[in-house]
C-alpha cells in the first residue's frame, strides 16, 4: 500500500527554489530517511507533506488524503515531531500530553501518557512547566506527542537531535520495531550514520532537487558505502 504520493512538488521563497519538482511514492512500513546537507529542502518538504505551508505547485496525497484540500484531516492522521521542539511555556508536560489526548480524543489519556513517560525515561520532569525543561527533555515530549495516538505514519525532522546516547537508542529501537508492525516513518537527517543504521530507504536531497531514492540494501548489494554514495551524488549535482 502506498502510504506518501508526491507529484512534482515545489515550493518557491521569492528567487529560492527550496524544493524543486520532486516526484517520489513510499510505501507502507518504510522507514523513509530524506538526506540532505543543511538547507537542501528536507524541512520545508515535510512541512508541506504535513500542510503546515503549501507548495507553489505539484501535489501530494497523505495516507490517500488531498494535502492541499484537506490539511487538517492529514495532521489528525500523522505524528509529527518538528525540528524545533516547541510545547507551550505555560503548560507542565503531563498537561501538555493530556491536552494533546484530548484534541485527538484518547481514552486513557493518563495511562498512555505514562507509558512515554516511562519509556523515554523523564517522569521526574512531570510536573515541570514546559518553559523549564531542558532541550533534551523537551525533544523527548514532541516525541511523546506525536506518537501519543499510535499514527500509522509518522514524519519527523533530525529525529535524535539533542538527544542523550542511552535515549537515542531506546528511539532507534522503537521506530524499528514501530515499522517492523506495518507502519511508516518519513524522517529527514543530514547525519548519515543514522540513515545508514536504521533506514530501510533513502532519498538524497540538495538545492531542492531529488537526486535519488530507494531501498538502502540496494547500495549494501553493491558495496557502497553510504557516505560515499551521498558526498558524490551531492557533489556533482
Known amino acids: 500500500m502506498v502510504v506518501i504520493t508526491i507529484n512534482n512538488l515545489t515550493k518557491e521563497f521569492g528567487d529560492l527554489i527550496a524544493v524543486n519538482n520532486v516526484t517520489l511514492s513510499i510505501d507502507e512500513g518504510q522507514l523513509f530517511g530524506l538526506l540532505g546537507p543543511n538547507g537542501s529542502g528536507k524541512t520545508t518538504m515535510i512541512k508541506m507533506l504535513t500542510g503546515q505551508i503549501k507548495p507553489t505547485k505539484g501535489t501530494a496525497e497523505i495516507l490517500d488524503i488531498d ?54 525515561d523523564f517522569e521526574d520532569q ?55 508492525k506495518g507502519n511508516t516513518v518519513f524522517f529527514s537527517t543530514h547525519v548519515l550514520e543514522i540513515a545508514e543504521e536504521i533506514c530501510t530507504h533513502i532519498g538524497v536531497i540538495d538545492k531542492g532537487k531529488l537526486l535519488h531514492h530507494g531501498p538502502l540494501t540496494d547500495l549494501k548489494k553493491s558495496k557502497q558505502h553510504l557516505e560515499k554514495f551521498f558526498l558524490t551524488l551531492v557533489q556533482e549535482g
Not at 511555556?89 to 498537561?95: C, I, Q, R, V, Y
Request: with cysteine; net charge negative; proline share 6%.
Open 67 to 120: 494535502v492541499l484540500q484537506d490539511p487538517i484531516n492529514v495532521r489528525a492522521h500523522v505524528g509529527i515531531i518538528p525540528e524545533q521542539e516547541t510545547p507551550p511555556s505555560f503548560l507542565t508536560a503531563e498537561e501538555y500530553l493530556e491536552f494533546v489526548g484530548s484534541i485527538r480524543k484518547l481514552d486513557n489519556i493518563a495511562k498512555v501518557s505514562d507509558k512515554w513517560f516511562k519509556l523515554l
Open 126 to 180: 512531570k510536573n515541570a512547566l514546559c518553559k523549564d525543561l531542558s532541550r533534551g527533555t523537551r525533544q523527548k515530549l514532541m516525541v511523546a506527542q506525536a506518537f501519543l495516538h499510535e499514527p500509522q505514519l509518522a514524519f519527523i525532522d533530525e529525529p535524535l537531535i539533542n538527544l542523550d546516547p542511552i535515549i537515542q537508542r531506546t528511539l532507534k529501537d522503537f521506530l524499528l520495531d514501530y515499522v517492523n
